[in-house]
């Protein structure tokens, strides 16, 4: 098994004023040649977005997009004709395919907002675009893993590549258990808050590790933990 290391302080960060953005991989202006990706995943922002202001309507294309929202609301509008709030313990995933524009906005006047933007490369290129969200109930989560985002073949949403994306809310003292699937390039293992002990290596809050080759793996939590194991295929970049 090969482990990768990524700790909190070593991300790309970027104070936009509006947005305070922190990058685990390659994203805008930071680059790291070691940090352009991991198998077919591409982006894991970690963005603060400040009251009533956000992302403006852009495009994408060919990308598997998922917000995954820590604390806070997105208004989200695209050219699908979707207009939706998505609130905390809620997932917005996009197959962007052949094309689409969005915006994101906080949709609170005096809250911020803070998510995960997490980019995934597809399976299959220039399909047709498609939407969807969901509210996961966190008490489904507590001391084991809950599905956000599949193939569609066991539960989550569904996304155009043989990933997923799960979480656990892990208490002190209590340990959870990850299988990848046989085909898995790896699992990046993200700690949104807590101590864990995840296999043979320590992670604080924004701390991550990627496991390649692992049969399986244990979160040890050592304090009160909110993990996100996102499992993904290899692809080959070029």
Do not use: C
């Amino acid at each position: 098994m090969k482990t990768i290391i990524h700790k909190a302080d070593s991300r790309g960060f970027f104070d936009h004023g509006w947005l305070k953005a922190k990058h685990s991989f390659s994203f805008g202006r930071w680059y790291d040649p070691e940090r352009v990706n991991f198998g077919a995943l591409r982006v894991l922002n970690d963005d603060i977005i400040q009251p009533s202001t956000g992302f403006g309507m852009h495009p994408h294309d060919n990308m598997e997009i998922i917000s995954v929202i820590l604390e806070g609301a997105i208004q989200h509008e695209d050219s699908m004709g979707h207009k939706q709030v998505i609130r905390e313990n809620e997932v917005q995933v996009m197959s962007a395919g052949t094309g689409i524009f969005h915006s994101e906005h906080n949709a609170s006047k005096t809250s911020p907002l803070n998510l995960l933007q997490i980019w995934i490369f597809p399976k299959e290129k220039n399909i047709k675009p498609v939407y969807n969200q969901h509210l996961f109930g966190k008490e489904e989560a507590q001391n084991k893993w809950q599905r956000l985002v599949s193939n569609g073949s066991d539960g989550g949403l569904e996304i155009n590549q043989d990933a997923f994306i799960s979480r656990a809310f892990v208490d002190a003292g209590k340990e959870v258990l990850y299988t990848p699937g046989k085909s898995s390039f790896g699992t990046y293992l993200f700690v949104v808050e807590g101590y864990v002990i995840a296999g043979e290596d320590e992670l604080f809050s924004r701390d991550a590790v990627g496991l390649v080759g692992a049969d399986k793996f244990s979160v040890k939590a050592k304090s009160d933990a909110y993990v996100l194991a996102i499992e993904v295929p290899d692809i080959n970049l070029k």
